[in-house]
């Protein structure tokens, strides 16, 4: 029974008390564990816990909604079969009840099979029929071929690799971290603690939060398979070596200007031990809009026009004679037949804003997001309304300060959306711009830009992830998340060394899903942080190149003003790019599409003016200069997916734009999409 636990284990899953009980009742007799990991899969889960448990079992048909799971309810004691060793035994451990109750039974491993022997044991061991049976499955289902299974190697190693992981990721000073999978594997004391002997045979067993003591029949894990896929392990480019790299005698010159993992987010504190969870909450909130007025509002009245700023809360006290100017979040906009009635709100009150269809600055009202911050200039009416005249966006200045000229041309190349990973995603396509880069060429043209190229910016979705939107499972060349990281940093371990690849997160990656993206998951994305010459950020960032600021983002916001503001499409990324920036947010709308993390900090604020802004996610190459600031959407390496095809998003993939350093400004666009169908 044990033998589930184990199985899943091994294949990086874990499963939780309740749903150890609810389904191994059931296990082998009704349902296989490829079975079980291939539901889990998709839900998009590494832990099997109660709920799933439950939904798995309906979807077998081995259970109604509505039956009754009381008899699963784990008691706190302790059942051990006469025989096993006192040093087991001890382990608390929680046993399901009633009707034939679980009994821990640890066989004793067969003399002869050492765990040092495991490696070449496990190919040479004839499988029984059910190993058979999952070897079967697995096979059939490309999820399955997770890497425990395809190297081969013993769970024990595994799991302590996962364990010391594990350990390093609590130690990370960096919030970026956090992970449902943190629990379910005990520690390597606990691990280690649980061997003892049997029969003369040294016994290994894991008992973790499962509330089972697992033993470690090493003849049991499932014989090495090789991965259906490629991750790329061989793809080895050859350098030109007559090509001159001016590149690499220009002096390295970056600073991570922000980032988000840099900055020391106060948690809330609840005023006393009696504080409700729930005010903790709305205390949480009310911080993060707190400093996103705050923020804005200093921004706002750099604007000399921004004159005569007053508290909405002593509106009611002035002189209705006079003009005055509020500065506020917008809770909510309304277009009525005769103009846009705004509810705005700052730290003092909450009044409502009247803006006339007849205003100058009445279009620039579409423009306005909920949630953003703007002033308003006009007259406070007795009926409590304030009649605006103007509207002001935080927007950028008119005029951009020059930058000191630098000795030599560098560039940078900027890209996005690799979706390694996706059967679209353009592999010869992304093979052959790494081949450029490395100086084979085609012309004197490209031999000057290739050899000032010094860095690499890449703005999330660098692979397609695990069950990001329905169906995507059936677009999957590589359907384990592991493997792609893997797969990316083999690709991009051809990137040459003299080149500094900037790499940060979007929503197709192991990462917190709501903004800000501190990181991508260590555990997942180790690969990419092993990369000698790449530095990862964070989701939004400003890396600073030779003096310029170019602001990174994965580019989520663009999808809020697109459906907010009538007329903006994602086949123009760029314009919805430049409202964004016009309302110096990254991610504006609370409660829309896209998610936003209540940190006590609104860390999506643009509140430097940058020298260029990068965005992707919307796969369409696209640019323009706005108020001095170069803004790129930087377009993609995936071909049109299925999804994709039904929501009419045309890709232009393959496109590589080429930034001079030194004007923050397209240099070129190098086109390799003849490699990608
Ligand atoms: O986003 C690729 C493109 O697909 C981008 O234009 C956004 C769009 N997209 C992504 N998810 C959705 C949903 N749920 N509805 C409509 N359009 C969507 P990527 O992040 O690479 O998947
Ligand atoms: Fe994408
Ligand atoms: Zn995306």
Redesign the pocket.
């Given at each position: 029974m044990d033998e589930l636990v184990k199985g899943l284990l091994s294949n990086r899953y874990l499963i939780t008390p309740p749903a150890y009980f609810i389904l191994s009742e059931y296990y082998k007799k009704n349902f296989t564990l490829a079975e079980l990991i291939k539901f889990a899969r998709t839900k998009n889960t590494f832990v099997i816990d109660e709920r799933l448990a439950k939904e798995f079992l309906e979807s077998k048909g081995l259970l109604s909604p509505l039956e009754n799971f009381a008899k699963y309810i784990p008691k706190a004691s302790v059942e051990t079969k006469a025989g096993t060793s006192p040093s087991v035994a001890e382990v608390p451990m929680e046993v399901g009840t009633s009707e034939g109750s679980k009994e821990i039974s640890i066989e004793s491993v067969a003399a002869g099979k050492k765990t040092a022997e495991l490696g070449k044991m496990v190919e040479i061991q004839p499988q029984t029929s059910d190993q058979t049976e999952i070897a079967h499955e697995i096979q059939e289902l490309p999820s399955e071929k997770s890497t425990s299974i395809s190297t081969g190697e013993p769970v024990e190693n595994m799991v302590s690799e996962t364990i010391s992981e594990e350990i390093a990721e609590e130690e990370s000073p960096i919030g970026g971290g956090e992970s449902f999978i943190s629990t379910g594997v005990p520690s390597l004391e606990e691990y280690n603690g649980a061997g003892d002997e049997e029969n003369g045979v040294k016994m290994k067993a894991v008992y973790g939060d499962y509330g089972v003591l697992v033993p470690l029949e090493e003849e049991e894990i499932p014989a090495e398979e090789k991965r259906a896929y490629s991750i790329y392990e061989d793809f080895k480019v050859e350098p030109n070596e007559s090509f001159e790299f001016v590149a690499k005698r220009i002096k390295s010159e970056y600073e991570i200007k922000f980032d988000v993992r840099n900055v020391k987010l106060k948690p809330p504190k609840a005023k006393n031990a009696n504080g409700k969870e729930g005010e903790i909450v709305v205390k949480v909130y009310e911080n993060y809009f707190k400093s996103r007025l705050k923020k804005l509002r200093r921004i706002l009245r750099e604007n000399p026009e921004v004159s005569g700023v007053i508290d909405i809360g002593k509106l009611s006290y002035i002189n209705p004679d006079g003009e005055v100017t509020i500065i506020g979040l917008v809770n909510s906009k309304r277009e009525t037949k005769k103009g846009f009635i705004f509810e705005v709100e700052d730290m003092t009150g909450i009044v409502k804003v009247f803006l006339g269809r007849d205003n100058e600055d009445y279009k620039k009202a579409f423009e306005v997001l909920p949630d953003s911050v703007v002033a308003f200039r006009g007259y406070y009416s007795k009926r409590g309304i304030l009649f605006a005249n103007k509207l002001y966006l935080p927007d950028v200045p008119l005029y951009k300060r020059e930058k000191p000229s630098l000795e030599e041309k560098v560039y940078a190349v900027l890209i996005s959306?690799i979706?390694v990973g996706s059967t679209k995603f353009c592999e010869k396509a992304f093979m052959k711009f790494l081949e450029w880069l490395n100086g084979n060429v085609e012309s004197k043209e490209e031999e000057e830009i290739v050899s000032r190229i010094k860095y690499m910016i890449i703005a999330g979705?660098v692979v397609d992830g695990i069950g990001?939107?329905p169906g995507q499972y059936n677009e999957l060349a590589i359907p384990d998340i592991f493997d792609q990281y893997e797969a990316l940093a083999n690709l991009l371990a051809n990137v040459p060394d003299h080149i500094t690849m900037f790499i940060g997160p979007?929503?197709?990656d192991a990462a917190r899903t709501a903004l800000p993206q501190p990181e991508f998951y260590r555990e997942y994305a180790k690969p990419l942080y092993d990369l000698k010459n790449a530095v990862i950020i964070s989701n939004p960032a400003v890396i600073n190149l030779h003096g310029r600021d170019f602001l990174v983002v994965h580019g989520r916001g663009i999808?809020d003003v697109v459906s907010y503001i009538p007329g903006k499409s994602?086949l123009h990324p760029v314009e919805p790019m430049i409202e964004l920036l016009k309302l110096r947010h990254v991610a504006p709308t609370f409660g829309g599409k896209v998610p936003i993390a209540p940190d006590p900090e609104d860390l999506l604020v643009i509140e430097e003016v940058p020298d260029l802004v990068q965005m992707g996610?919307?796969?369409v190459l696209d640019y323009q200069i706005y108020r001095g600031v170069f803004l790129i959407n930087s377009a993609t390496w995936q071909a049109q997916t299925e999804f994709?095809k039904m929501?009419n998003?045309v890709p232009t993939p393959a496109r590589v734009p080429i930034i001079d350093i030194e004007t923050a400004r397209l240099k070129t666009v190098v086109d390799f999409s003849r490699w990608c169908e």
């Open positions: 959306d979706h979705d990001i939107y979007g929503n197709h999808e994602h996610h919307v796969h994709q929501v998003i």
